[in-house]
Nanobody, 127 residues
Framework: QVHPVESGGGSVQAGGSLKLSCAAP????????TAWFRQAPGAEREGVAA???????AYSDSVKGRFTISQASDKNILFLEMNNLKLADTAMYFC?????????????????????WGQGTQVTVSS
């Protein structure tokens, strides 16, 4: 069983930056695909970015060019570097992992394609 734990959330002004981290104690991510999702109050959970063990990445259009997903060299920590943050980025951010690799093309960032979830870390962007 994989239990991701997120950290690094906080409050920041618009235009600022934050870096989120995610680790799964006792588990390395080298055999898992991993991703970041977010959920604002009253909204559905949406995919933000994903990374495969090969290093291949995918981003939602809303964060492309501003956010970067990466893993530590030992594959034990997942990062999300967020730059030029906007008010619309305010949400609870969740780390997800899965070791199933048969995903319909174009659906990688759908929440139903991810099995293991963290508890989330809050990101609040203010003006």
């Amino acid at each position: 069983q994989v239990h991701p734990v997120e950290s690094g959330g906080g409050s920041v002004q618009a235009g600022g930056s934050l870096k989120l981290s995610c680790a799964a104690p006792g588990v390395g991510f080298n055999t898992y695909r991993t991703a970041w999702f977010r959920q604002a109050p009253g909204a559905e959970r949406e995919g933000v970015a994903a990374i495969m063990p090969t290093g291949l990445t995918a981003y939602s259009d809303s964060v492309k060019g501003r956010f970067t997903i990466s893993q530590a060299s030992d594959k034990n920590i997942l990062f999300l570097e967020m730059n030029n943050l906007k008010l619309a980025d305010t949400a609870m951010y969740f780390c997800a992992a899965d070791n199933r690799f048969h995903v319909v093309p174009g659906t990688l960032l759908n929440p139903e394609n991810w099995r293991y979830w963290g508890q989330g870390t809050q990101v609040t962007v203010s003006s």
